[in-house]
């Protein structure tokens, strides 16, 4: 029997592999925007305890997909009510009080816990509703001179199939990753671990990158080389 060259096998293996795993469009981001100032009204608050931050009501007034895809080309779309006045709206509660030390909140006592959501509509189109639900994987809030941030606070979440069309991503598979960032003021001034509650929201943003996922040609590349590879071993084994 000869001798089976493991070598160029792995070699053809590899190739293979290479070229499936090139994402497509694994740059681009879509971004809602926190609108800024006290008079948008929404609320972030932490009743202490075990409890989770919560966050009610607060005002996103635009959309944008940056990155390179023919469609997510920066320009914000704006987000109206869900009765096509005032402002879309972010609702999140995140999982519960894990921790602190001496200027940082935890909220993170274990993934996919807790909800957030963002629901609107999209003006100049016919999307109108939730455009994106999902869950919390941790949260961390950092005080420092009475400015609080929610800093990179982490969920999984599916968009709207139609916002996903919009920015031509809709071949693109949930969930998507995203991060939260919120700044607020609180009067009171308050330290971990105590309480706080702030209706002044001075400027945040809810981000998402779009799942890297290989792309259908390379799947099928992938799958007919692997066959391949399969038939030359066996060749090999039987010669």
Not at 85 to 114: A, E, V
Not at 145 to 162: A, L, Q
Request: charged share 15%.
């Amino acid at each position: 029997m000869k001798p089976i060259k493991f070598g160029a096998c792995l070699a053809v293996v590899a190739s293979i592999l290479a070229v499936a795993a090139v994402p497509s469009r694994a740059d681009d981001i879509i971004d809602f925007n926190v609108l800024a100032g006290s008079a948008q009204k929404g609320t972030i608050n932490f009743a202490g305890g075990s409890n989770p931050l919560v966050g009610t009501n607060i005002a996103v007034n635009s959309v944008v997909c940056d990155g390179s895809g023919a469609q997510c080309t920066g320009t914000p779309y704006v987000v109206t009510g869900l009765s096509g006045s005032g402002y879309g709206k972010l609702n999140f509660t995140t999982s519960n009080f894990s921790g602190f030390d001496s200027s940082d909140w935890y909220f993170d006592d274990g993934p996919g816990q807790g909800s957030i959501s963002i629901t609107g509509c999209i003006a100049t189109t016919t999307i109108c509703g939730t455009l994106m639900t999902g869950t919390w994987d941790g949260t961390q809030v950092t005080e420092t001179s009475s400015i609080f941030r929610v800093n990179g606070g982490s969920f999984t979440d599916t968009k709207d199939p139609d916002l996903l069309k919009l920015f031509g991503l809709s071949s693109f598979g949930s969930p998507f990753a995203g991060t939260a960032n919120l700044a607020f003021s609180d009067i009171h001034k308050n330290l971990p671990r105590h309480a706080f509650k702030s209706t002044n929201v001075l400027y945040g943003g809810i981000a998402n990158d779009v799942p890297a996922v290989p792309e259908p040609a390379s799947l099928a590349l992938m799958g007919t080389g692997l066959l391949g590879v399969a038939g030359l071993v066996r060749r090999k084994l039987f010669s």
